[in-house]
């Protein structure tokens, strides 16, 4: 659990937004919209996912929530720490992502991420197994294998949700 809020912590930091809150510590759950995480051990590193809330006050008795949600590999101290899916800062508006605002351009808008797990190869590399959930517009939703080193997506398809 430290692992996770450290990353998100650091992913609000290189999101440069104004300065945030964490507003509620993640737990590790795939599963939860937001304020969750999941770690997965590499050879060397992990893999963390997450997707957190964010707090700041933007007047007197008002506050803005902003979900962050990325993917990195690190060590274990951040040390060397990149990102597999950029950070992303989502405004959020009673408690559901916000659509994005035209002219915020990448596709990916909207988007939160939810790490599955991993497969590694003899050499040490590794392909991310990471969900892709649009809460805006859900069939854009998609699984997808990401090698960890490249960031470049492999292979793609639709995601099926479940609803409860």
Request: hydrophobic share 45%.
């Amino acid at each position: 659990m430290a692992l996770v809020t450290r990353v998100a912590d650091r992913a609000e930091v290189a999101t440069r937004g104004r300065k945030l809150g964490l507003l509620h510590p993640p737990t590790l759950d795939a599963d939860q919209a937001a304020d969750a995480g999941e770690v997965v051990a590499l050879r060397a590193q992990y893999a963390v996912g997450f997707r957190a809330t964010f707090v700041a006050t933007v007047g007197e008795n008002q506050t803005d929530t902003t979900l962050i949600s990325g993917v990195a590999v690190t060590d274990p101290d951040l040390r060397e720490l990149h990102w597999v899916v950029q950070p992303q800062r989502l405004r959020l508006h009673r408690g559901m992502i916000a659509a994005p605002r035209s002219g915020e351009g990448a596709a990916r808008q909207g988007m939160r991420y939810s790490l599955r797990g991993a497969v590694t190869d003899a050499v040490g590399g590794a392909l991310l197994l990471v969900d892709e959930i649009a809460d805006v517009s859900p069939r854009d939703s998609r699984a997808t294998a990401v090698d960890a080193a490249s960031r470049r997506v492999i292979a793609t398809q639709p995601l099926a949700l479940r609803c409860p």
